[in-house]
């Protein structure tokens, strides 16, 4: 079951972001993942959909439809315009305003909401996971129950309740369980606890050390044969000295060819996350008698995206770094390697447990101030974004609504725009 939750708010996560940055790409014509470019040719009726603002109730404020579902990327596709587009975005937001007594885009809602997990939406970078702690105990008492030959639930003529089936040994150790269409067993190799339960074509093997906590989780797809079932993925768990905290987790999806790898600190908080994927590339090798060159195949673990995060004592996110590769293969047969790197810095400074403001906010692409946003109340602030050759635009915010706008170039003011409402 928590191997499962993981495994959805990870998918979920990512189909998050990947939403959000293909939305940016098209906005902006900008995005450091590869993927956005390609899925963006697809369709624009969802981009046109989601570049529309949307009002923020607790933001007192219109933002991008996309960012409203994704809080922690407001000012992200604002910040990433170069300074001819400075006037592009169209200040109207009356098409979108809410109508008395209803909202816009009800249906989109409900969708999102569809996406709810038992811990709620994944937006917090530094929601920590539990990685398939259970009480062993507890699991044994369930399942090892029953005498040496199989029994039907009691009563099970006269309800429509799915039939069980327990098998044990002569000693009282369970040897199957069937309920449902699905079946368990669980012994012990040492120290150690092996569960399998399978369904239809699918068997997953999940091994407990002595603490009964989740060290290893193996996932099979079933053939005709025992000998022809294949793993599809595996993922491998260590934990801190004598600790129910995890460490460090390492999964490899064989199908897909990826590899993910988790490091977590003491408090159980994720500090970095490294995705990779196998790749086949075409080498060239010499033989040995005449020095000739022959092609050959050599596969790969490359790097693909990297995350870093950095804690306060509080346990709160004040810095977190992603780096972006993308590998590209040019007309001499050279594989090129392309990398962007972002960074996320917020400062608690002025964050008290009365004021309860939001973090002040720096991010940077490739190392450059691209957005700094500031807050003096949760209702009022203000946001500068950078552009090239010295450009930059601060807004400043009251109650939410912008109230003053100022261009600048070389940090001298160039124009200035205020706004009534």
């Not at 699918?202 to 060290?215: A, E, G, H, W």
Request: some cysteine.
């Amino acid at each position: 079951m928590t191997q499962d939750l993981f495994s959805q708010e990870k998918a979920l996560s990512y189909l998050r972001e990947l939403a959000f940055e293909v939305n940016r790409y098209n906005i902006t014509g900008h995005s450091p993942l590869p993927e956005s470019v390609a899925l963006s040719k697809i369709s624009k009726v969802g981009t046109r959909l989601f570049s529309r603002h949307k009002f923020d109730s607790s933001a007192k404020r219109f933002v991008y439809l996309c960012e409203f579902y994704y809080t922690e990327k407001t000012g992200i596709i604002d910040s990433t315009f170069c300074d001819e587009d400075l006037y592009s975005v169209s200040e109207d937001y009356s098409d979108f305003e809410e109508e008395e007594g209803e909202k816009s885009f009800d249906w989109v809602d409900q969708v999102i909401l569809g996406l709810y997990v038992p811990e709620g939406f994944v937006r917090s970078p530094s929601q920590s996971v539990d990685y398939g702690m259970i009480d062993g105990e507890k699991l044994l008492e369930i399942l090892e129950k029953g005498d040496s030959r199989g029994l039907e639930t009691e009563g099970e003529e006269v309800s429509d309740a799915p039939k069980e089936f327990t098998y044990a040994k002569n000693d009282g150790s369970l040897r199957r369980f069937l309920y449902d269409g699905e079946q368990f067993t669980v012994w012990n190799e040492g120290d150690n606890t092996i569960l399998v339960n399978f369904y239809g074509d699918k068997l997953i093997r999940k091994n407990f050390d002595f603490l009964y906590r989740l060290v290893r989780t193996e996932q099979y797809k079933l053939a005709a044969s025992a000998k022809n079932m294949s793993l599809v993925n595996l993922t491998e768990y260590d934990y801190y000295s004598d600790s129910n905290i995890l460490e460090k987790s390492v999964e490899q999806d064989f199908n897909a060819k990826k590899r993910v790898e988790r490091h977590f600190n003491e408090k159980g908080l994720n500090v970095l996350s490294l995705e990779s994927h196998y790749e086949e590339r075409d080498v060239k090798t010499q033989k040995k008698k005449n020095g000739d060159e022959s092609q050959g195949k050599e596969t790969l673990l490359l790097d693909d995206i990297k995350r870093v995060k950095a804690y306060d004592e509080k346990g709160r996110l004040y810095e977190e770094e992603v780096i972006f590769w993308n590998y590209k293969k040019n007309l001499m047969g050279r594989y090129l390697t392309e990398e962007r790197k972002t960074k996320n810095i917020f400062d608690y400074s002025a964050v008290t447990d009365e004021n309860k403001l939001p973090p002040n906010l720096k991010f940077y692409e490739n190392d450059e101030l691209h957005l700094e946003r500031k807050f003096s109340t949760s209702g009022n602030y203000s946001e500068r974004l950078y552009f090239e050759d010295g450009f930059s635009v601060e807004v400043f915010y009251e109650d939410g609504l912008r109230k003053t706008e100022i261009i600048y170039q070389n940090d001298k003011e160039q124009r200035r725009r205020e706004f009534d409402y």
